[in-house]
Every structure is written in C-alpha cells, then in structure tokens.
C-alpha cells in the first residue's frame, strides 16, 4: 500500500472510531429517531445537487437506503440510547462482517470457509463474555441485542452492494440518504413525540451541532469517500482488515473521553473476539 493510502486508511479509522463517541455525546441532547433524520437530511443536502446518481436500479438505492442507512443506524443509535456503550457497540457492530458471511453462504452460495466458522464460533464466545462478565450498566440486554440487529441490517446491506457491485460509494450514500430521512422523522414524530423533538431542538446546543457535522461530513462523507477510493484500488481482502484497527481505536477513545472501563473477563472477551475476527480476514487471504 502507498504512503498516501496509508494515510487515507488512518484518517478512515479514526474517523469511524470516533463517530460511536460523537454519537454517544450527541444522544444526550437528540433522541435517537431524530438525530437519525437529520443526519441524513444533512448527509443528502446539498450534496444530491453536486453528486451524481449511481449507474443502479431505484429498487438497488431503496435496498441500500433502508438496510445500511436506515436500519443500521436507527438501531445503533437506539442502542447508543438505551445505554449501550460507545467502544462496545463499535466491536459488537463488527459482528456484520459475520452476518455477511453466513448471509452469503445462504444467498449467494458463497463457500464458507473454515477459518469464517471458526471467526463466527469466536466471536460468539467473545460477546458471551462482554455480556455476563460485566454489569448491566455496561453492557444491557436490550443494547446488546439492538447493536447485533444493526450489525445484521449492515450485514443485509453488504449482500445488496454485492449484487450491485456499485462504482461509487459515495454517490450511493448520497443517493441512498433519500430514504431514511422521513421514516426516521415518522418513528420520531410516533415514538418520542412533538414535545421532545421541539425541547430538543429549542434547547440544541454547539456541541450537539458540531457533533453532526463531524457525523456527516467526516464521519459519513470524508470517510466513505476515501473508503471507495480504497475500495477501487485494493482488493477487498487487502483493505477488510482496516476496518479492525476501529473497535480497538474506538474502545481506547471511550475510555478516555466517556470514562468506559471494562471487567477483566470483558476485556477477555473482547480478545477472544479480535481473534474471531483475524481468523476471518485469514480465511479470506488464503
């Protein structure tokens, strides 16, 4: 890999490790649904103006838009919400690599290799671990389940991009924002009401605005950017393992910025999921 790609590949890691931190800080003055709309309303104006749309089919852009746009990051988010926290949801999220695995064994027929059986039972242990070998506080049921379901709808998402075997990236997060921003308005609107959404936003403060633009445009649009440049120059198995290096990132950035300490038996688990996922990323180099 070139110095400059090295570069660009660093700048990606700490700009999606970050984003569960931004995130974390921002759901304190947002609700969940509400930030997830604007987010995306943000992500496609006016970007839609100066971006053309992907050479793929409406059904392709609506697939991409509900799965990866939608309902990664409303269930993310949600999780974020209901306590989940920053540096674990980034690692859990990581189970999407799996989900897409398995998913496309079963859709694509897709051999699935024994290092990925091995990775998937690994990581399964690990996030067993990170569960019973810490309090409620730090890991809950309902967070736990909410972040896996994310890492599911990514994972969907993936099967979507593979089908489509779409050129540019950015142009498909652009183009795919159209989607989420009214359902997520609607569930705002129908779950967390008129009265928070208007205190809310009445009582916003720089902070939470700087954190949506850190989300939008580092986060979303620098990040994903320079992840299809990578993309168009790399083989996937090449550049896959970049995205490890953020759950690792992200954990040391909670523990410094959000005070996230883990139990000993956690931090085991988080190991023994690490090395589910190197077991995978070998998988895919032989």
């Not at 700048?11 to 649904?33: G, H, M, T």
């Not at 496609?44 to 392709?60: C, D, E, H, S, T």
């Not at 269930?75 to 690599?97: D, E, Y």
């Not at 159209?178 to 609107?189: A, E, G, H, I, Y």
Request: with cysteine.
């Amino acid at each position: 890999m070139q110095p400059i790609d090295r570069l660009f590949a660093t700048a990606i890691v700490l700009a999606w490790s970050f984003n569960f931190i931004v995130a974390k800080y921002v759901l304190q003055e947002l609700p969940p649904f509400l930030l997830g709309g604007i987010r995306f309303v943000l992500v496609v104006f006016p970007a839609i103006f100066f971006v053309p749309r992907p050479k793929l089919p409406w059904r392709i852009i609506l697939y991409y838009g509900l799965t990866i746009s939608l309902g990664q990051f409303g269930l993310l988010f949600l999780a974020l919400h209901v306590g989940m926290p920053a540096g674990l949801a980034s690692l859990v999220l990581q189970t999407g690599v799996f989900f897409t695995v398995i998913l496309s064994a079963f859709l694509l027929r897709e051999k699935l290799r024994r290092g990925s059986i091995l990775g998937i039972m690994l990581a399964f242990c690990g996030l067993l671990l990170c569960y019973y070998g810490g309090t409620p506080e730090q890991m809950s049921r309902m967070g736990l389940i909410l972040t896996l379901l994310a890492a599911l709808s990514w994972a969907v998402g993936n099967i979507v991009l593979k089908r489509a075997q779409a050129a540019s990236m950015i142009s498909l997060v652009v183009w795919g924002g159209l989607v989420p921003p009214l359902p997520f308005f609607l569930l705002s609107l129908w779950l967390e009401g008129p009265a928070l959404i208007s205190q809310s936003l009445l009582n916003i403060t720089w902070v939470s605005v700087a954190s949506l633009f850190y989300l939008v445009f580092i986060a979303t649009g620098l990040a994903y950017a320079l992840w299809g440049l990578l993309y168009s120059r790399y083989a996937i198995s090449r550049i896959t393992p970049i995205t490890l290096y953020v759950p690792v990132v992200s954990m040391l950035l909670a523990y410094v910025f959000l005070n996230e300490i883990l139990e000993p038996l956690q931090w085991l688990g988080v190991l023994i999921v690490f090395a589910g996922l190197y077991a995978h990323t070998q998988a895919l180099r032989g």
